[in-house]
């Protein structure tokens, strides 16, 4: 069954960085689309960005366009969310997921991981 | 930027009552539309994809409709674990974006 460990959450400070890594299993890692996508405490749900199977196109909403960047290793099983500048309003509980069909994408949030807790807060 | 707007915000229902729910597309995303349910403390589950194709394990007391840019989530005789949240969402046009989402609460 598939399987995303997000991993790499935690307090940090207005400015500061933070990398995000979600560990997947339970399909072929490399044929799939991924995406990041955030919950603020007690709202609704945002897309944050997306890599293609191969990681040769991304995608960014404009919240985070120029501060975050998602990656991934194919050898590893894993997709990235470095974030960078980070400021009070991304703070939140940021999910991967995986796309709903091999291939480019984007498609749907079919698996989600149970989310890494993110706090910017000086 | 498409903007979902779902409603009503909250849906007041027994178990056994037939619920609908809305979601408005501020133009048009084809029939690239979803629907998740989110339960308190959970990751959300993708329920219907396409507009109203169901998701893998799905029941079929969950059906998806579209009209225009307005799409209905319907979910006959509610099941206690049907009491969740739902968010629309939209793949055609990028950003992708989700709805507000609607509560089905307990009445």
């Known amino acids: 069954q598939v399987q995303l460990v997000e991993s790499g959450g935690g307090v940090v400070q207005p400015g500061g960085s933070l990398r995000l890594s979600c560990a997947a299993s339970?399909?072929?890692?490399?044929?799939?689309?991924m995406y990041w996508v955030r919950q603020a405490p007690g709202k609704g749900l945002e897309w944050v960005t997306f890599i293609w199977y191969d990681g040769s196109n991304k995608f960014y909403a404009d919240s985070v366009k120029g501060r975050f960047t998602i990656s991934r290793d194919n050898s590893k099983n894993t997709v990235f969310l470095q974030m960078d500048s980070l400021r009070p309003e991304d703070t939140a509980l940021y999910y991967c997921?995986?796309?709903?069909?091999?291939?480019?994408?984007?498609?749907?949030?079919?698996?989600w991981g149970q989310g890494v807790v993110v706090t910017v807060s000086s | 930027e498409i903007v979902l707007t779902q409603s009503p915000a909250t849906l007041s229902l027994s178990p056994g009552d037939r619920a609908t729910l809305s979601c408005r597309a501020s133009q048009s995303v084809s029939t690239h539309l979803a629907w998740y349910q989110q339960k308190p403390g959970q990751a959300p589950r993708l329920v219907i994809y396409d507009v109203s194709v169901r998701a893998t394990g799905i029941p079929d007391r969950f059906s998806g409709s579209a009209s225009g840019t307005d799409f209905t989530l319907t979910i006959t005789s509610l099941q206690p674990e049907d009491f969740a949240v739902y968010y629309c969402q939209q793949r055609n046009v990028w950003p992708l974006t989700f709805g507000g989402g609607t509560t089905v609460e307990i009445k």
């Open positions: 997921a995986k796309d709903s069909r091999m291939g480019s994408g984007p498609y749907y949030f079919e698996d």
């Open positions: 339970g399909f072929t890692f490399s044929t799939y689309g």
